[in-house]
């Protein structure tokens, strides 16, 4: 009972986060909710199905009750009804909503504790950027994300633009969430000044790789393991070579 009170408590959360977006939708074109819509795409999707028509498929084989739970006051639309809307939507404001309902369901995190969260990045394959001249042979989208590693949220996300890269990108991401108390951990791309300065700023700690992009950093940490010097042992050795 304790299980499903959470539950009900956290979709009604949603709800109220995806009605703070503007429809971007003609007058015309609103036959369906927006937030109906939405609520579907993400509970869709966290079942698993991917794709406009995955994600209609599903939702037309739920019962009518919980159409209705989501918004719907009629049988639920087609495939390409979500694809216009998704087409339409600024995918910053789907973002921010979903971040704050995650927010939201974890909490932050407590005193004493450090709560673990990965910054990668991943290009997506399948895509294409979009480009206002519209050339061809632009990249894919790439994208960096900061991931919960307890529970495999997504925290944020943005696109990173192909005239940068993850390291300027992760500046602007860090902006999005809240570090005090979180170990942000990344691979040796992030290991810049600027980063960490940024996280220790911001009551946050990092712990990230080091490799020959910082040659200086590499040699002094292997310094820190390497045998101390013993005349003993130098004696030894030299007298084992001869």
Not at 6 to 30: K, T, Y
Not at 172 to 200: H, K, M, N, P
Request: proline share 5%; aromatic share 6%.
């Amino acid at each position: 009972m304790e299980v499903l009170l959470v539950a009900v408590v956290a979709a009604g959360n949603l709800l109220a986060m995806l009605a703070e977006i503007p429809d971007p939708r003609e007058r015309q074109g609103r036959r369906f909710g927006l937030v109906a819509m939405l609520a579907a795409v993400v509970c869709g999707i966290l079942t698993g199905n991917r794709g406009y028509t995955a994600i209609a498929q599903w939702l037309q084989a739920q019962e009518p009750r919980f159409w209705h739970q989501l918004g719907f006051t009629r049988k639920p639309p087609c495939p390409n009804t979500f694809r216009d809307l998704l087409m339409a939507l600024a995918p910053e404001q789907l973002e921010t909503a979903l971040r704050k309902w995650i927010a939201g369901i974890l909490g932050q995190p407590q005193p004493g504790e450090l709560q673990a969260v990965a910054l990668d990045g991943k290009t997506l394959c399948g895509t294409q950027a979009l480009c206002q001249t519209l050339a061809a042979h632009q990249r894919s989208v790439h994208l960096l994300a900061l991931l919960d590693q307890q529970t495999g949220c997504v925290l944020s996300q943005q696109a990173v633009d192909s005239k940068t890269n993850e390291h300027k990108a992760a500046l602007e991401i860090l902006q999005t969430l809240v570090l005090q108390g979180r170990l942000v951990s990344g691979d040796a791309i992030f290991c810049q000044r600027d980063y960490c300065q940024q996280v220790i700023d911001s009551g946050g700690d990092y712990f990230l790789v080091v490799k020959d992009n910082q040659p200086e950093l590499k040699a002094a940490i292997e310094a820190e393991f390497r045998p101390a010097f013993s005349p003993g042992g130098r004696e030894t050795a030299a007298t084992a070579a001869l």
